[in-house]
């Protein structure tokens, strides 16, 4: 089983600046991908940022510029730095990853794919 954790999430005024933590853990084999999404009330979850194994990065069009998602292998841990924070902005931001994990006490492995709990951000205006 792999588990994701975020924490970071805080009240912040528009304009500010926040940083946000997943950490997973677990027994994780390997991790591909790492991302972040948000959701609102009353709205889907959508895509903010992701990152692969070898640091290559997306971002969604409105963040691009004001948000990086720097990525830890070593502690697999993915970070999600906003910058500028806009009130729109304010909603539950979840970490997502994917990857594989081990199977019983061999090398078998199988894939994962694991969502934390979220951790709310709000923008105060």
């Known amino acids: 089983q792999v588990q994701l954790v975020e924490s970071g999430g805080a009240l912040v005024q528009a304009g500010g600046s926040l940083r946000l933590s997943c950490a997973a853990s677990?027994?994780?084999?390997?991790?591909?991908?790492m991302g972040w999404y948000r959701q609102a009330p009353g709205k889907q979850r959508d895509l903010v940022a992701t990152?692969?194994?070898?640091?290559?990065?997306t971002y969604a069009d409105s963040v691009k510029g004001r948000y990086t998602i720097p990525r830890d292998n070593a502690r697999k841990t993915v970070y999600l730095q906003m910058n500028n924070l806009e009130p729109e902005e304010a909603a539950v931001y979840y970490c997502?990853?994917?990857?594989?994990?081990?199977?019983?006490?061999?090398?078998?492995?199988?894939?994962?794919?694991?969502w934390g709990q979220g951790t709310q951000v709000t923008v105060s205006s």
């Open positions: 990152i692969i194994r070898d640091k290559t990065t």
């Open positions: 677990g027994s994780i084999f390997s991790i591909n991908v």
């Open positions: 997502n990853a994917d990857g594989r994990y081990r199977v019983g006490n061999g090398l078998n492995t199988k894939a994962f794919a694991s």
